[in-house]
């Protein structure tokens, strides 16, 4: 949905650019195959999308409305895939299941370089009781399914395996465009507010399952795979003038929830070997920015609106969130710009098996989690340059908050008349970097506050088991680690002389700079074996964490402050390990 380049358009009431995209995929396979001698059985599902949502008003455009003037692009995907097989035979029994999700995913929400809104004075005053606001929003919602079974069993030999893939892609943006040259900016203009928001959310299932049986060899195996990339950006382009009587927003917002289970289980009159892998990596880039050269007015002057507080939910404050885990919010009046990125990631892969000589299992979990979280006014922009007519509550917040949980379990157990192995391993690693900034050359003006806030919090759970027993021998291990390297930063950008420093004032409040970290890992491990002759339980546990949290007003910054001016920086760091083993 657009309105074109150079297009003029006037409203007495509301004007709407909307795009919606809704699209829904269900795939259901399966194949069962019996043979005197041998079975076979595959079955395969896989849904891929690659969708482009877009609303716009183009370049050069006029468009004034008296009421809410909106361009939204809304997008939802929804895909399941479910996958099952079996087999059986006499002699050899093999069955494969293997389902796929693929989403490629583009929304957009824009106003293009030199585009007008709401100029015209005439038309709708920029003061005074109107009513006139816009909203430039771009919002995606994605749940994907993904579920694969394959059992197997023969008189002699049974192989049983499932695989499931989750790959997502996705690109969110709401904005004002850049102007390189500044010949050509765009400028929009709203009596209430002008509102600049991109949000995202993705949930994500993977469920796996094979398992083999045979008179001789049972093989039982699964693989769960999430592939998880997110660019979400709001942002007011370089250059670009907006200016508004109450509140300017912008706001970037990215949640995440991954849940993958993989199971593989086997057992053999001779040997039964069972394993199972779940990999999981989520990237993203979360961002809500002011760009270089922009001119912002937000003078306070109408209801205040609900903007993230710049905690987490694991921060120790007066502000308390309104439920279980929600996000804290606060109201108030003036310009906003906030990041909020949440990523909770939860794996749990088994393996099991047993055999009359030996039974081998072995599990696989990796979780990775890798993030980038900026709220920022960028280098040279003007905020609330000629500030006499602001409210007295008019305030300045810069916020960018990230939080994580990321909980993994992996366990083996085998058993074999002679010999039974059953190992584990599990990796977690988090890295993050969470960033607000007001850049050089900055000008920043508020009457009441000026809020610089960087908050990450992690949480990792790790349990991980092996254990094995055989008739002669039993090993049993198990191996975790766990990575945590963040970057929390609260800065106001240095500069190379008094000349090209930010200037930062409150008239009639604080200046606040601020980071906070919180990370806390746990780790469990366990082994152990048994064994008529000999057994073996090995368990190691491994944490590191790197991180590093700074607030700073830069070099050659001129701040000043009618309350109090206020920097800090906090950073607590928990690891927690307890490892067993014993044969």
């Known amino acids: 949905a657009a309105i074109g380049n150079g297009a003029t358009v006037k409203s007495q009431g509301d004007l709407a650019v909307t795009a919606d995209n809704e699209t829904v995929a269900v ?9 005197k001698e041998a079975g076979v059985g595959a079955a395969i599902a ?42 059986g035979g006499g002699k050899v029994g093999v069955a494969g299941a293997i389902s796929m999700n693929v989403i490629l995913s583009d929304t957009e929400a824009s106003v293009g370089q030199g585009a007008k809104l709401n100029t015209d004075a005439a038309w709708a005053p920029i003061t005074g009781s109107s009513n006139q606001s816009v909203a430039i929003t771009a919002h995606d919602d994605t749940v994907v399914v993904g579920v694969g079974g394959g059992v197997a069993g023969a008189g002699k030999v049974g192989v049983g395996a499932a695989a499931d893939t989750t790959v997502l892609v996705k690109t969110v943006k709401a904005f004002i465009a850049d102007d390189a040259d500044g010949a050509n900016v765009a400028t929009v203009k709203a009596a209430k507010s002008v509102n600049v928001e991109a949000t995202s959310t993705e949930s994500i299932v993977s469920g796996t399952l094979g398992f083999g049986g045979g008179g001789t060899v049972g093989v039982g195996g699964a693989v769960g795979v999430i592939v998880d990339k997110n660019d979400v950006q709001a942002r007011i382009g370089k250059a670009a003038s907006v200016d508004s009587d109450g509140n300017v927003k912008v706001n970037a917002e990215d949640d995440i929830t991954a849940v993958l289970v993989a199971g593989g289980g086997a057992g053999g009159g001779n040997t039964g070997v069972g394993g ?43 502000t308390k969130p309104t439920g279980f885990l929600a996000k804290k919010t606060e109201s108030a009046k003036g310009l906003a710009v906030t990041a909020y990125n949440r990523e909770n990631l939860v ?16 599990t696989v979990s990796a979780g990775v989690i890798a993030t980038t979280t900026e709220a920022s006014i960028g280098q040279g922009a003007r905020i609330n340059e000629t500030n006499t007519a602001a409210s007295a509550d008019q305030q300045v917040r810069v916020k960018a908050v990230d939080e994580t949980l990321l909980i993994d379990a992996a366990g083996a157990g085998a058993g074999g008349g002679s010999a039974g192995v059953g190992a584990a391993a599990n990796v977690g690693v988090i890295a993050k970097t969470t960033t607000a900034k007001i850049g ?10 000026v809020e610089l806030d960087a908050a990450s919090s992690d949480v990792s759970v790790a349990v991980t088991f092996g254990a094995a027993g055989g008739g002669s021998a039993g090993v049993g291990g198990s191996v975790a680690g766990v990575g945590v390297a963040n970057t929390t930063q609260a800065v106001i950008e240095d500069a190379t002389s008094a000349a090209d420093a930010a200037k930062v004032s409150v008239s009639g409040g604080n200046l606040e700079v601020s980071a906070n970290e919180f990370s806390s890992a746990w780790q469990a491990t366990g082994a152990g074996a048994g064994g008529g002759a000999a ?18 007003i830069g070099d050659y910054a001129e701040t000043n402050a009618s309350g109090t001016t206020s920097v800090h920086a906090d950073s607590v760091e928990n690891l927690n390990t307890v490892t067993v083993a014993g044969a």
């Open 27 to 35: 795939m259901v396979s399966g194949g069962i195959g019996a043979a």
């Open 46 to 87: 896989a849904n891929v999308m690659a969708n482009k949502t877009l609303a716009s008003i183009g370049d050069d455009a006029v468009v004034d409305a008296a009421k809410q003037m909106t361009v939204a692009a809304d997008a939802d995907e929804n895909a399941v895939s479910v996958t099952v097989a079996g087999a």
């Open 276 to 318: 199972s892998i779940g990999v999981a990596t989520l990237l993203g880039s979360t961002k809500a920015s002011i760009g270089d050269d922009a001119v912002v007015n937000a003078r306070g002057n109408r209801d205040a609106m609900t903007t993230f507080s710049g905690e987490t939910v694991f921060s120790d404050t007066n």
């Open 347 to 362: 794996t749990t892969v088994i393996g099991g098996a047993g055999g009359g000589t030996a039974g081998v299992a072995a």
């Open 440 to 449: 050089k050359k900055t000008t920043v003006k508020a009457k009441k506050a």
């Open 535 to 552: 057994g073996v339980g090995v368990s190691l546990a491994v944490g590191v964490n790197a991180s590093t949290t700074k607030a700073k």
